[in-house]
């Protein structure tokens, strides 16, 4: 069973350098493919390659990716002197100390102190030497959501082959019961005929033909034998390797088409009973599907 389902979820962490890096993925369903992105700042650049590597996992859904980083970040820290500033404070202390008539001796902490002599500057990390550790926090988070994805899809086909089976079984049903009540209606529309004519001997070639017409109007042979054919091309659909969950859902558009089809030709109760059944399932079907990628 190939199918996957696009609800999943997955989580890894690598450490490196004294820090810990973090992938978290979210999917759920959705018609394309909807991925939202968030990165540390300075990250961007990488941003395209893990698109790449997150669509070789996902074809379709909604993909809320967070890659984060924790720890000692002191060595992308670096400290800068305004030389100038320093020098102009220096200045100024000597000055005053001139003009009390003292020694002049600056004190490097209550200069380091005043505003702007120190400044504060986050390096950028080289985000090609930064890649590959990310990229096996990114690898194992989606591996592991492709595991939780795989398992509800193998749930997911496992029910819906056992509604097929129902869907199968009743179409069978449907099939089994035409012949008799072909002969039901031709009773009827001789009896209905004699009625009508009284005494006047009913021409037996002429009922011929009325119930040939008849049987042609009732006749789903067609749409019974697409049905059949649908059925074998849904249970192929499922042991696809690639995304099938907008062929599936094709599909049972035409299903519904040939069951309305059967249920306009064929006024009988029991039958419309049955085609409710039908509709039943494929609305069923349906709904599971959309979680299918």
Not at 194 to 213: F, H, P, S, Y
Request: glycine share 4%; net charge negative.
């Amino acid at each position: 069973m190939a199918c996957k389902s696009m609800t999943g979820f997955g989580r890894a962490e690598v450490a490196s350098g004294g820090r810990v890096w973090m992938a978290e993925i979210r999917c759920v369903n959705n018609r394309y493919l909807d991925l939202k992105i968030k990165m540390p700042s300075g990250y961007g650049v990488l941003e395209e390659r893990v698109r790449k590597k997150v669509g070789t996992f996902h074809q379709r859904g909604r993909v809320d990716l967070l890659l984060a980083v924790n720890g000692d970040s002191s060595d992308l820290v670096k400290i800068q002197v305004n030389l100038e500033l320093v020098r102009a404070y220096k200045l100024a202390l000597s000055q005053i100390a001139h003009e009390l008539d003292t020694v002049a001796i600056p004190d490097p902490a209550f200069i380091a102190s005043r505003p702007e002599v120190l400044a504060q500057k986050q390096e950028n990390e080289d985000v090609e030497t930064l890649w590959p550790i990310l990229e096996q926090a990114l690898d194992q988070a989606l591996v592991g959501c492709d595991v939780m994805r795989q398992q509800e899809g193998n749930a997911l086909v496992r029910d819906l082959l056992a509604r097929l089976q129902v869907f199968t079984q009743t179409i069978s049903r449907i099939e089994a019961g035409i012949p008799e009540l072909l002969q039901q209606r031709e009773q009827l529309l001789a009896e209905r005929l004699q009625k009508l004519l009284g005494n006047v001997q009913l021409d037996a070639q002429r009922l011929c033909q009325e119930v040939a017409i008849l049987a042609d109007k009732t006749d789903v042979t067609e749409e019974i034998v697409r049905l059949q054919s649908h059925i074998v091309q849904f249970q192929s659909f499922l042991n696809e390797e690639e995304a099938v969950g907008r062929k599936l859902d094709f599909l049972l558009q035409e299903f519904l088409r040939e069951v309305n089809t059967i249920a306009s030709k064929i006024n009988d109760a029991a039958i419309a009973y049955l085609a409710v059944e039908l509709k039943s399932e494929l609305e069923k079907m349906r709904e599971q599907i959309q979680n299918i990628e």
